[in-house]
């Protein structure tokens, strides 16, 4: 007999918001660029950017994966939830799987497929969690034993006060005035807080240990594209786009690298990498999820510009992040919000009046001008928000090595630069573009704004947010045996089943048991099927209808409206059950015992199994000839009485 | 053929549309800036555990165009306003299964000809609110003289357990009602439950009515009284909540004579609704074992020898007639003596079921 148990937990698996700003990858993204360049078919029109809304769409809910309000689904062959597989080890008696079984290998290395030879699923989100339905075999007898499921009723989450945007901002620096000489080596990402004050070792983000870097997998090297304004609606953009200045080793474009100076003359684009595949979001997801060309063209009824999926599958791990390179000038919201040059006369970071002469001339990326150091080089800023989704979310970082210049004979020297992450509410900033060398003062202007544009990146809302988490499921728990449910009202009608508050899990402090325990247990019969059915009533799509409803220009909403998100990596639901398994012989006595009427679990079975062993015989037959024995005994001693007392008399006996 | 654990739950909490003018309600809406205040539906249950909304807002997406006007980004104030909890009055029994409040079910509670009940565990809250059984046309709980009585109090059998306020299962119902309540084949059975009724009285005249739970979800004006669905009465305070005794100021250490939270101060009512909390929703929770089958033979063999019938007991009584018969196949005298001494019971082995 085995005592087993089963713990099954659903919760929000990707970073949900609204974004307030253009972000600048919003163009190619997914598949539909990967075959942009001569050789690997028609390069496919990117959605048209002109007319540009902010359609403030409700980024990263997955409607599927949150179940329907008042319906019963399967713990084990629904789409919600996992049950925390994992792939089986050297001791598995599956067939072995092919390829990379390690637990890296499902994230990461895009080349890497992985696959087993059984069709045994591994992954835990992934449609269903267990691979057969729960049939109990012809040589198994299961016994339910007890269930309990996450408590409470209202759907109040918590709600805790926090900011909604980090700033990342690097800059890069290139050799001549032509971007794309040079190369990306490695995009590398991973959240860590650095502590200036030394006290915890790191003190800059190169004092991050390697281990927690993470490579960014970027999707076939999309090019950031930056907006040329002289666009017209019929012109090619992928000719009228400036495009970035690098390319990544491994993409499928620049197979034909180091062809010389500028590989642009030889009519490969320079590409800047914008779209990350993040280290909790597969490729699959991206390729399921990201925006499609929409159909008939790209009328500008049909924009949609913000559309796109960064949706995962649920990893308990490892957070999944919105990255964005946002175009914060060009969002049609008004003042605050946006980028804004600052005086640096006060300690704070104040906004200016864009009129302002001393605000001077800025940009993402700009020539540094040949001076100084920099004599020859480009220097390239960008910009870029990510996602907070966390409380405990790490302060994010970003590594990028990169080949200053890069040619036929390969690359110099691999630099290596580190994104600074602003976090917090409020402006962040001072943001000090590379163009301050630039002939961009006004020379009137007081000395101690001379030094150029400095500006700021100032978010909706002061870059307030609320996180809301640990909504609760209202969630009741029904067994399901063959197509019978276990659980019915006193009116003999359906019933959903135990509510978390009666049985919880997990078990809270306190004296005293929960209120209900399944005693008697229910026991499955060979060749019977069960199923735990779980039954949520608090309806959590409601609340994506309502944050669309606000945030949502298309329904009357405004993205900058939004102050409250659903947060990350939270447990919205969690049910465990357990079990006993009797297989073999021990299932052969639980049939005894039901066929006794006697209640079946270990205890039980244990007493039979004694009951046997006091036979002092393991033939079937050899309790019965010990009753007979005893019998023919009893018989024999009566008879032996008899004659005893016929001649001694039964007093004598007596005595 | 089964020994199967049920259990009922009862909670006070509905959910409201705040586009349904109901035509008989406890609460009329106040509009105030652009959104409805909830309402109840047309009666202040369900059938069946409702589904609560996480949108806060109790006008549903009837337009969900660009034309519609977006709700209002606070959240946190109006989390709840989709989400009512009916008032009750104080010291009036409400039926768990369709006294007319929260959950219900659609018929009474019904044993079978080949079936049996027993009920062997109450439990409710809030810890002032009380449960009584009725079978048929009989009260379960009595006062010693007999007289009428709220029956098993919350303080007693809290639920659920552990709960905000730490108040447990007393030790003489730790293992439920012992003996448990049996609901014999063809009998109707159900559970009241009733709420502290500090000054239990309807005053019209003076406009006051004493609430043993629930929570006020509208302007404290055109109040409408069960029973009365005439014109709108304009009642300056209608809802007065009952405050003393109350188990939420002792939970939170308050006194007794004051308010013990700000939503049950009547001035304060209708905004507030955000505060509510589950341990503002009042539940009962009963369980019981449903025999049917072969064991409702065994179970009603265990009553007419006299045996407590409980899920341990007719296990027990299955096991003693397992061992009774392997003993009795190898010495048959003694057999009959040790069920006489164990059970009273004079029959033969070979009349056992």
């Known amino acids: ?655 | 053929m089964a020994v199967r654990r049920q259990a009922y739950e009862w909670r006070n909490v509905i959910p409201v549309d705040g586009n349904t003018y109901p035509s008989f309600v406890y609460a009329i809406p106040a509009q105030t800036a652009g959104y409805f205040k909830a309402t109840y539906p047309d009666l202040p249950y369900v059938i069946g555990h409702p589904v609560l909304n996480c949108n806060p807002y109790a006008t549903p997406l009837a337009n969900p165009t660009y034309t519609s006007t977006a709700p209002s980004n606070d959240y946190v104030e109006r989390r709840n306003d989709s989400i009512a909890v009916p008032l009750i009055a104080g010291g009036m029994p409400i039926g768990l299964f369709t006294g007319g409040h929260g959950n219900n079910i659609k018929t009474s509670a019904h044993v079978l000809d080949n079936q049996m009940v027993i009920i062997d565990s109450l439990s409710c809250w809030p810890p002032d609110a009380n449960l009584n059984i009725f079978v048929d046309e009989h009260y379960y709980y009595d006062a010693p003289d007999f007289s009428a009585i709220n029956g098993l109090s919350g303080y007693t059998v809290p639920f659920p357990e552990p709960n905000y306020a730490n108040i447990f299962t007393v030790e003489s119902f730790k293992k439920g009602i012992d003996p448990p309540i049996y609901i014999m084949p063809g009998s109707t059975w159900g559970v009241f439950i009733s709420f502290s009724a500090f000054g239990n009285f309807i005053n019209q005249a003076e406009g006051f009515i004493f609430y043993g739970t629930g929570k006020q979800t509208r302007a404290a004006q055109n109040v409408r009284l069960p029973g009365i669905p005439s014109a709108p009465l304009n009642l300056p305070l209608p809802y007065v909540r009952n405050r003393k005794p109350t188990w939420e100021g002792k939970a939170e250490g308050q006194s007794p004579d004051s308010p013990p939270n700000p939503w049950n101060s009547p001035s304060q009512l209708a905004d507030i609704k955000s505060a509510l909390q589950d341990k503002d929703i009042a539940r009962a929770f009963v369980k019981y074992l449903l025999i049917d089958g072969a064991d409702f033979l065994v179970a009603k063999k265990m009553m007419d020898i006299g045996l407590p019938i409980t899920e341990e007991g007719i296990q027990r009584f299955k096991q003693d007639l397992t061992r009774w018969q392997v003993r009795a196949d190898v010495h048959e005298g003694n057999i009959d003596e040790e069920l006489i001494r164990e059970t009273g019971m004079t029959t033969r082995r070979s009349a056992l079921p």
């Open chain 1, 1 to 655: 007999m085995r005592h087993l148990s089963y713990f099954w937990r659903m919760g929000p698996d990707t970073a949900m918001f609204q974004l307030p700003f253009f972000y600048t990858g919003k163009w190619l993204r997914g598949p539909d660029a990967y075959s942009m360049s001569t050789g690997q078919g028609t390069p496919p029109a990117p959605i048209y950017p002109i007319n540009q809304n902010i359609l403030g769409n409700l980024i990263g809910w997955d409607y599927r994966a949150w179940p329907e309000p008042r319906k019963p689904f399967s713990l084990f062959t629904s789409r919600f939830g996992t049950a925390g597989k994992r792939p089986r080890g050297v001791f598995s008696y599956l067939t072995d799987g092919l390829g990379d079984e390690s637990a890296d290998s499902f994230y990461g290395n895009l080349k890497t497929v992985y696959t087993q030879g059984s069709n045994i699923p591994i992954t835990d989100w992934s449609n269903k969690q267990i691979s057969q339905p729960n049939l109990v075999k012809a040589d198994q007898f299961v016994v339910f034993n007890n269930f309990g499921s996450t408590p409470g009723i209202l759907p109040n989450p918590n709600l805790e006060d926090t900011f909604a945007f980090y700033t990342l901002v690097f800059e890069l620096r290139v050799a001549g005035a032509f971007p794309d000489l040079a190369k990306i080596k490695s995009i590398d990402f991973c959240e860590a807080t650095v502590d200036p004050t030394g006290q915890s070792g790191v003190l800059t983000p190169a004092d991050i240990p390697e281990s927690l870097w993470k490579p960014l997998q970027v999707p076939f090297g999309y090019p950031l594209v930056k907006q040329d304004s002289s666009i017209t609606f019929n012109s090619d953009p992928l000719l009228a786009f400036e495009r970035g200045c690098f390319a990544l080793d491994d993409d499928p474009r620049v197979v034909q690298d180091g062809l010389g100076f500028p590989n642009a003359i030889y009519g490969f684009n320079a590409l800047l990498a914008n779209a990350f595949l993040y280290p909790a979001n597969s490729f699959n997801n991206i390729k399921e999820t990201a925006q499609r060309i929409p159909e008939g063209g790209f009328n500008a009824g049909q924009i949609r510009v913000d559309e796109m999926g960064f949706l995962g599958d649920l990893d308990y791990s490892q957070g999944i992040v919105g990255m964005f390179a946002p175009e914060l000038l060009s969002a049609n919201l008004g003042p605050p919000f946006g980028t804004y040059p600052r005086t640096v006369t006060a300690p704070g970071y104040q906004p200016v009046n864009p009129s302002d002469p001393n605000m001077g001339d800025y940009g993402s990326g700009e020539y540094t001008d040949f001076i100084n150091e920099d004599s020859g080089y480009t220097k390239i800023m960008q910009v870029l928000s990510l996602v907070r989704y966390s409380l405990t979310q790490g302060t994010p970082q970003l590594r990028i090595r990169y080949y200053d210049s890069f040619g036929k004979s390969g690359g110099g020297a691999v630099q290596t630069t580190y994104a600074q992450t602003f976090s917090g509410v409020g402006p962040h900033g001072p943001i000090t573009p590379p163009n301050r060398y630039a002939n961009n003062l006004n020379p009137n202007a007081p000395l101690e704004v001379q030094e150029g544009p400095i500006f700021e990146v100032v978010y909706p809302n002061n870059n307030e947010i609320k996180l809301a988490r640990n909504f609760k499921p209202n969630g009741f728990v029904n067994i399901t045996v063959n197509d019978t449910r276990y659980y019915q009202n006193p009116d003999m009608t359906q019933s959903l089943g135990i509510s978390g508050d009666a049985a919880p899990f997990p078990i809270q402090p306190g004296i005293a048991v929960p209120q209900y325990q399944l005693r008697p247990n229910i026991y499955i019969l060979p060749g019977q099927s069960y199923d735990v059915e779980y039954t949520v009533n608090t309806d959590m799509p409601a609340f994506a209808d309502y944050l669309t409803r606000v945030g949502n220009v298309n329904f009357g909403g405004d993205p900058v409206n939004v102050t409250v998100r659903p947060a990350f990596g939270w447990d919205f639901a969690q049910v465990f059950f357990d079990y006993w398994i009797f297989e073999g012989a021990e299932a052969l006595i639980c049939q005894k015992l039901l066929k006794l009427g006697i209640d079946v679990h270990p205890d039980s079975v244990d007493w039979y199994k004694q009951m046997i062993l006091n036979m002092e015989g393991l033939q079937p037959d050899t309790y019965e000839r010990y009753l007979i024995l005893m019998k023919e005994w009893k018989q024999r001693q009566e008879r032996l009485d008899t004659a005893y007392h016929r001649k001694r008399g039964i007093r004598a006996r007596n005595r």
